[in-house]
Nanobody
Framework: DVQLQASGGGLVQAGGSLRLSCAAS????????IAWFRQAPGKEREGVSC????????YYADSVKGRFTISTTNAKNTVYLQMNSLKPEDTAVYYC?????????????????????WGQGTLVTVSS
């Protein structure tokens, strides 16, 4: 079976750190872009970060630049989102998604239903 699993969320105080993981089963990320999205109650889904393996492309939303880092394991089956200096406004359910043949330089043009796989989401709660 082909699956994505997001994990690593939890409760953290403002200023703290968490590392989220997006693990693939049944495929590797060589031909995919992996993107992190987040959605808080009553808010629109927001693109957070993107990594495209084929070209080494990296994208961060302005709201997380300098605080979050996306990385991929050498096996190209797990993508991490290291989140530092967390703020209460980072509180959301975080989702990872994979789009085959997408490059992150064009990721803003992709519709949600164009992603091939979605993880189940992991909740990040940042207390003030």
């Amino acid at each position: 079976d082909v699956q994505l699993q997001a994990s690593g969320g939890g409760l953290v105080q403002a200023g703290g750190s968490l590392r989220l993981s997006c693990a693939a089963s049944g495929f590797t990320f060589d031909d995919y872009a992996i993107a992190w999205f987040r959605q808080a109650p009553g808010k629109e889904r927001e693109g957070v970060s993107c990594s495209s393996i084929a070209d080494g492309g990296i994208y961060y939303a302005d709201s997380v630049k300098g605080r979050f880092t996306i990385s991929t394991t050498n096996a190209k089956n797990t993508v991490y989102l290291q989140m530092n200096s967390l703020k209460p406004e980072d509180t959301a359910v975080y989702y990872c998604a994979a789009a085959r043949y997408m490059l992150c330089r064009v990721w803003t043009s992709y519709r949600y239903n164009e992603y091939d796989y979605w993880g189940q989401g992991t909740l990040v709660t940042v207390s003030s």
